[in-house]
């Protein structure tokens, strides 16, 4: 079992930044492929960006490049999302995720454990 817990979201201004956290415990983290998703309201839950267990191999939606970034320390069983140049667009509840494998992965069916999520909200 691995347990997630995420922190940092909160209100922010358009072309602001946050950075979300998901702290993770139980199964070994080190070589867990991880995820970050999102869900607005009245949508589906989408991908936003995920990393292979090493932290070498990542991938982000097309709707997020080059604004946000994914990383993690693998020595706090952390793993990060820095969001930089916020939209109004981005404002959602964010989901960390963990896979069994140790390969990235843009599929939600692919990932085995969520967080409970935090929100984001971006005002225009």
């Known amino acids: 079992q691995v347990q997630l817990v995420e922190s940092g979201g909160g209100l922010v201004q358009a072309g602001g930044s946050l950075r979300l956290s998901c702290a993770a415990s139980?199964?070994?983290?080190?070589?867990?492929?991880m995820g970050w998703f999102r869900q607005a309201p009245g949508k589906e839950r989408e991908f936003v960006a995920t990393t292979n267990w090493h932290g070498v191999s990542t991938d982000y939606a097309d709707s997020v490049k080059g604004r946000f970034t994914i990383a993690r320390d693998n020595a706090k069983n952390t793993v990060y999302l820095q969001m930089d140049s916020l939209k109004p667009e981005d404002t959602a509840v964010y989901y960390c995720?963990?896979?069994?494998?140790?390969?990235?992965?843009?599929?939600?069916?692919?990932?085995?454990?969520w967080g409970q999520g935090t929100q984001v909200t971006v005002s225009s």
């Open positions: 995720a963990a896979r069994t494998s140790s390969a990235r992965s843009s599929s939600l069916e692919n990932y085995d454990y």
């Open positions: 139980g199964r070994t983290f080190s070589y867990s492929a």
